[in-house]
């Protein structure tokens, strides 16, 4: 009832941002799990075509950040995430009728340029609107990606007993509804001219010492929140032998994000500046690694219990770390770049996420099961790293100290 209350002091715009990551998190994750299972067993692509498919939406998403950062920036956010979600509502539906090579690389095309749009442009909406309470609003938004992560892969599951198709359609449905909600009750506003060059922008978002150097230390928080997909689940499979371990780690995350996301928000927002807490949060999702390591070698309940708990620490420490992190982006530039400082923000996460699932996936490799306890190490480290580097940063005095005001322009 607190959270809900909470939702309704924010203004309308940013309830539907909310509800709308509810239902982009449901519509890609009740999607994008299953597709190389459908790309292999239902139209017998090889592998390597599978990869190459795969490898597409991501390059196009991770790639194109900084495009739909100066987009939001230049044309309006509003517009960009409009044109985000119907770009997704037609890759989607193309992944479902198509079943030739080209057409399945221009759903991967326009599937992945449409989170490129909308990504950056969902979080420098979000900062202008929610303004003195950011913090608030991308914890509450957090609350409501995590939990369309969750729904989503339950929805999903449920409608590939009908087949992928039905899955892949209703994935296109939740995306077309969202336009569509977007155009009608996202207010407009009027985007000042600029007067520099896009060029120029991003010259002065990259030459920002303080701002790169702060993105490249939060390489670790990406890189560990990622391994909700990898090693986690791994390790909740090998313990148990049951696949079906795998939901108890996104179950946990996601009643633990319902029950304490806001409150820790607002307990540590008016408790000391928000760099302090970024590095204890990392701090924590490094710690989060070294229960598994500890548990017992065999298969069995009681060796699921180490990885549900390492899942809990990872998940309370992405809790204290994201919305002060995500609050902190816009305080190191102008307002008028607040798109492109995001846009550059995920370029880094982007790469920072393929180069540390590809550390971790080696070291599952090479670790084996004389070494289990390997790929928990690097996790470990590369956390560590990122809480002294934000710690470092802190000391310097190099970062925000208090958010600056992004301050909504008139209607």
Known sequence: MRTWHEIRRFPLAV??????????????????????????????????VVGIVLGVRNLSQQGLFLIGGSAADRL???????AGCALRTVGFALFALGDDLPVLLAASVLSGLAGALFNPAVRAYLAQEAGARRAE???????????????????????????????ALTAAGIFAVLTVAQALVLPARTVPASAGTVLGDWREVVGNRAF??????????????????LLLPDGARRATGWDGAVGLV??????????????????????????????????????????PTLGPSGPGPAALLPVLLGALLLYVGVMVAQPFVMELVPGFGRPELTGTYYGVFYVVSGVAA????AVVGWAMDAGGRSMAWLPWLCCVLFGGVSALGVAWLRRLGALPAEPKPV???SV
């Open 354 to 357: 393929a180069l540390g699932n």
């Open 137 to 167: 609003a991308f914890a509450l938004f957090n609350v409501f990606a995590t939990t369309g992560a969750l729904i989503g892969p339950l929805l999903g599951s449920a409608l590939l007993l009908v087949d992928f198709r039905t899955s």
């Open 212 to 229: 790169v150097a702060f993105a490249l230390a939060m390489v670790g928080m990406f890189t560990l929140e990622n391994q909700l997909y």
């Open 76 to 82: 309006g956010a509003r517009g960009v995430i409009i």
């Open 15 to 48: 309830r539907l941002l909310l509800v709308n990551q509810l239902g982009v998190n449901t519509g890609f994750y009740l999607l994008i799990p299953y597709l190389a299972t459908h790309l292999t067993e239902n139209l017998g692509l090889s592998a390597a």
């Open 407 to 409: 301050v909504p322009a």
């Open 250 to 291: 996104f179950l946990i995350g996601t009643l633990t994000n319902l029950a304490l996301q806001l409150r820790i928000t607002r307990a540590l927002k008016d408790r000391g500046d928000r760099a302090r807490w970024i590095s204890a949060g990392l701090t924590l999702m490094a710690v989060a690694f070294l229960p």
